[in-house]
C-alpha cells in the first residue's frame, strides 16, 4: 500500500514542481522579515531617520504578499496532486474487497465502506495537509534559522538547545501515540460495522422486538469507540506540553541574552529585534505547528495506510485469461467453507453441464445454493477441486462475462440510461437486440413505461421496485453473449407467471441455464435437479427424483400440490440426463 502511496504521488511529478517553486515564493517573507526588520531599525528609525525605516518595512510587506501569493498558488495546485492519489487508494480498496476470500455473506461490507469513507478520506486529508501545512512549516523554518543565522548568528546555539530536547521528547511519545490512534481507528471501523449491520436488518430486530439488544451493541462500540478517543485526547495533551516547552523556551532564551550581547556590541539593537521576530512570528509558530502536524496528520497518515495494507490486498496477477475450447462447464471435488466453519457448505462436488442443459438447484435456506452459484461463475474461488469450462478454470477466463453471468437476488441497477445498463455486459450491442431481450424476459411493458432506452436510471434503482430492477437484470443477462446463465433467484420477486416467462426465455435462448430455484416449481421445469439438503446431494430428472428420493418428493408435496406442467425440453448435445448421484 505504501508502494502504491508513493507511485500514485511519484506520478504527478510536474505538479510537485509546481508546488516546489510555490514554496519558494511562500518562503520569501519567513526568510527576509527579521532582517528588513533589522534593517529598518538599524539604517532607519534608530538613527533617526523614519524614512528609509518605513521604506524597510514597506519591503517587508512586499515580501508577505509575495508570499501570500505563493500560499494562494499551493491551494490551486493542491487538487491536481491529492486527488489522483485519493482515486488510486479508491481502486485499491474496491479491488481488495472484491478479492476478499471471505466477504460478508449477507448485506454490504461495512467495514469496506468505512475504509472508503474514512481511512482514504484520511489519507487524502493528510496528504493534503502535509502538502499545504507541513510542507509550508518545514520551509519557514528553514528559512527563519537560516535568516537567524545572517542576522544573529550568536544566539543559534543557545536557543537549538530547548528545540532539540522538545524533539526529542516528542518523538520518544510517538510511539505511544501511534499504538492508541490505531486503536481509535479499527474501533471506528467496528462501529461502523455494528451499525451498518444493525441499520441492515433494522425491520428484522424490530419484528422481532430485539431493539434492546441491537441498542446495546451499539451502545458498547460506541463506548469502545469514544474510549479510544480518550487515551488519543490525553496523549496529544502530554504531547503538546512538550511541544509548547520547545517553542517558548528559545524566545525565553532569546529574551534573556539579548540585552547583554546588545550592551557588549555582539548584537546591534536591530539584530536583537530581527532574531526575536524571527523566534516569535516565525520560527516558535512553525515548530508548534509542525509537530503537530507530524502527531496528527502524519500520524494519521501511516496508521491509515497500515490499516489499508492490511485489509486492502492487491491480488496476486494471474496469467493470461485463457480461452475454453468448449462450452462444457465441469466440476470436479468441489469444496468450499465459509471462515474456520467446520462443515464445508459444498463438499465434493461433481457436475456435468452440457450445452443446451436447464438445471436447477434446489435445498433450504443457507445449505449453500447461492455458494454455489458464485463457484460456479468464478465469484468464489474453490478451496478444493476445480470448476472448468472448456478445460479453463472459471477464475482465469479470459473476459468472464462473455462466457459465464450471474444475476443474483438483488438485482443491480446503476445510475445512467435504461441503454447502459442494458448492454453492461456486450457493450456496443444495437438497440433492437437490447429491446428484444428486454422482450424476451417480460420487460417490454417496463421499457415501454420509461419511454425508451434514453431514459435515466437513479443509483441503486431508485424510483424501481424489486420486481422491476430484476427484470432489467434479466434483460441484461439475456443479451449478453455468455452462453451459460446462472439464475440466483433472480426472480424473487416476481409473480409465478412472469417467472415462467422469464426462465422459458433463458432456457430457449440456448446456452446452459442453471436456476437457483426460489420457488419449487423451478425444479419441475428443469431438465436435471440438483438437491442439496446437509446429507446428501442427489442429481437427476424431476421424475426420477420424487421416485427415489423420500427427502425430495416430501419437499415437493409440501410446496407444490399441484405440480405444473414442464417446460419444452431442449436436446443436449452429448449429455445424459438420466442417473442419480
Known amino acids: 500500500m505504501r508502494h502504491l502511496y508513493w507511485n500514485a504521488l511519484a506520478g504527478q511529478w510536474r505538479g510537485g514542481l509546481v508546488l516546489l517553486a510555490c514554496s519558494v515564493l511562500e518562503g520569501l517573507p519567513a526568510f527576509f522579515s527579521g532582517r528588513l526588520v533589522e534593517l529598518a531599525v538599524d539604517r532607519g528609525f534608530g538613527v533617526g531617520r523614519p524614512g528609509p525605516g518605513v521604506a524597510w518595512l514597506g519591503a517587508f510587506g512586499l515580501a508577505a504578499l509575495a508570499g501570500a501569493v505563493g500560499s494562494r498558488l499551493v491551494w490551486r495546485q493542491l487538487g491536481t496532486v491529492v ?37 482514504v478520506e484520511v489519507v487524502r486529508d493528510a496528504t493534503g495537509g502535509l502538502l499545504v501545512q507541513a510542507r509550508g512549516m518545514v520551509v519557514t523554518t528553514a528559512a527563519a534559522i537560516a535568516g537567524l543565522v545572517t542576522v544573529a548568528g550568536a544566539l543559534v546555539l543557545p536557543v537549538a538547545v530547548p528545540v532539540v530536547l522538545a524533539l526529542a521528547g516528542f518523538a520518544v511519545l510517538l510511539r505511544s501515540l501511534a499504538r492508541r490512534q490505531r486503536a481509535l481507528t479499527l474501533a471506528d471501523e467496528r462501529t461502523a460495522a455494528t451499525i451498518g449491520s444493525v441499520l441492515g436488518g433494522v425491520r428484522d430486530v424490530v419484528a422481532c422486538g430485539a431493539e434492546p439488544v441491537a441498542a446495546l451493541e451499539v451502545d458498547q462500540a460506541v463506548d469502545a469507540q469514544a474510549a479510544a478517543a480518550v487515551r488519543v485526547a490525553r496523549s496529544s495533551a502530554l504531547r503538546s506540553l512538550v511541544v509548547s516547552l520547545g517553542g517558548f523556551a528559545p524566545l525565553v532564551l532569546a529574551l534573556a541574552l539579548a540585552p547583554a550581547m546588545v550592551a557588549r556590541g555582539e548584537l546591534t539593537a536591530g539584530a536583537a529585534l530581527g532574531a526575536l521576530v524571527y523566534l516569535a512570528t516565525t520560527m516558535q509558530p512553525a515548530i508548534r505547528g509542525l509537530a503537530a502536524t507530524v502527531a496528527t496528520v502524519v500520524l494519521r497518515l501511516f496508521v491509515a495506510l497500515r490499516r489499508l495494507a492490511e485489509t486492502t490486498a492487491v491480488p496476486e496477477s494471474r496469467p493470461a485469461g485463457g480461452i475454453p475450447a ?13 471462515g474456520a466453519a467446520p462443515e464445508p457448505v459444498v463438499n465434493g462436488l461433481n457436475l456435468d453441464l452440457c450445452p443446451g442443459e436447464h438445471l436447477a438447484v434446489v435445498g433450504p435456506s ?74 424476451a424476459v417480460g420487460a417490454a411493458a417496463l421499457l415501454a413505461r420509461f419511454g425508451g432506452l434514453d431514459t435515466e436510471l437513479g443509483h441503486g434503482a431508485e424510483g424501481l421496485s424489486a420486481g422491476e430492477a430484476q427484470l432489467i437484470a434479466l434483460a441484461r443477462a439475456y443479451a449478453s453473449p455468455a452462453r451459460i446463465v446462472v439464475l440466483d433467484e433472480a426472480t424473487s420477486t416476481l409473480d409465478p407467471a412472469a417467472e415462467v416467462r422469464a426462465e422459458r426465455a433463458f432456457a430457449t435462448r440456448g446456452g446452459s441455464l442453471v436456476v437457483i430455484a426460489h420457488r419449487l416449481s423451478s425444479a419441475v421445469r428443469a431438465q436435471r435437479v440438483l438437491l442439496l439438503d446437509g446429507r446428501e446431494t442427489l442429481l437427476g430428472p424431476h421424475h426420477e427424483l420424487v421416485a427415489a428420493a423420500p427427502r425430495y418428493a416430501e419437499m415437493m408435496r409440501a410446496w407444490l400440490p399441484e405440480p405444473p406442467q414442464p417446460l419444452p425440453a431442449n436436446p443436449l448435445e452429448g449429455c445424459s440426463v438420466s442417473g442419480i448421484r
Open 83 to 119: 486527488e489522483p492519489l485519493r482515486d488510486a487508494l479508491v481502486t485499491a480498496v474496491v479491488r481488495g474487497v472484491l478479492h476478499d476470500p471471505t466477504p460478508p455473506r449477507t448485506g454490504p461490507d461495512a467495514s469496506g465502506v468505512a475504509r472508503i469513507t474514512q481511512h
Open 326 to 338: 468448449g462450452p462444457v462447464l465441469t466440476v470436479r471435488a468441489l469444496t468450499f467453507r465459509w
Open 366 to 439: 443457507g445449505i449453500g445454493k447461492s455458494t454455489l452459484a458464485g463457484l460456479l461463475t468464478g465469484l468464489l474461488p474453490p478451496q478444493h477441486g476445480q470448476v472448468r469450462l472448456g478445460g479453463v478454470p472459471v477464475t482465469e477466463l479470459s473476459e468472464r462475462a462473455r462466457h459465464l453471468v450471474l444475476v443474483p437476488q438483488q438485482a443491480y441497477v446503476f445510475a445512467g440510461t435504461v441503454r447502459e445498463n442494458l448492454a453492461l455486459f456486450h457493450p456496443g450491442a444495437p438497440d433492437h437486440h437490447l429491446t428484444a431481450a428486454a422482450e
